[in-house]
Nanobody, 129 residues
Framework: QVQVVESGGGLVQAGGSLRLSCTTS????????MGWYRQAPGKEREGVSC????????YHADSVKGRFTISRDNAKNTLYLQMNSLKSEDTAMYYC??????????????????????WGQGTQVTVSS
């Protein structure tokens, strides 16, 4: 049984930092492109940051470029998102996602939601201004 579990969310002041973690089990972690998505109230879910199987290639949405860093530890089957210089507009539910296809399959970006094989339950990030 595949499990995808996020942790690390919380309440932080603007300008602060958080580190999200996503632990997985039941899947061959290195066979998946991994990513972080977020959904703010009243908005559609969007791909924030994604990474290829080895960690050698990453994608960050323009809204977070230079502030967020995605990484993975394949030995621990774990995905991370380091979030610095947080802004109120970063407030959202953050989801970890696993896509079975290769990174090139997704145009070196985040998989479309329809291409995601597994989702976590989400972790809330709230940034107070």
């Amino acid at each position: 049984q595949v499990q995808v579990v996020e942790s690390g969310g919380g309440l932080v002041q603007a300008g602060g930092s958080l580190r999200l973690s996503c632990t997985t089990s039941g899947l061959t972690f290195t066979s998946y492109t991994m990513g972080w998505y977020r959904q703010a109230p009243g908005k559609e879910r969007e791909g924030v940051s994604c990474i290829n199987w080895s960690g050698s290639m990453t994608y960050h949405a323009d809204s977070v470029k230079g502030r967020f860093t995605i990484s993975r530890d394949n030995a621990k089957n774990t995905l991370y998102l380091q979030m610095n210089s947080l802004k109120s507009e970063d407030t959202a539910m953050y989801y970890c996602a696993a896509g079975r296809g290769g990174y090139a399959t997704y145009g070196y970006s985040c998989p479309k939601e329809s291409d995601v094989n597994y989702w976590g339950q989400g972790t809330q990030v709230t940034v107070s201004s």
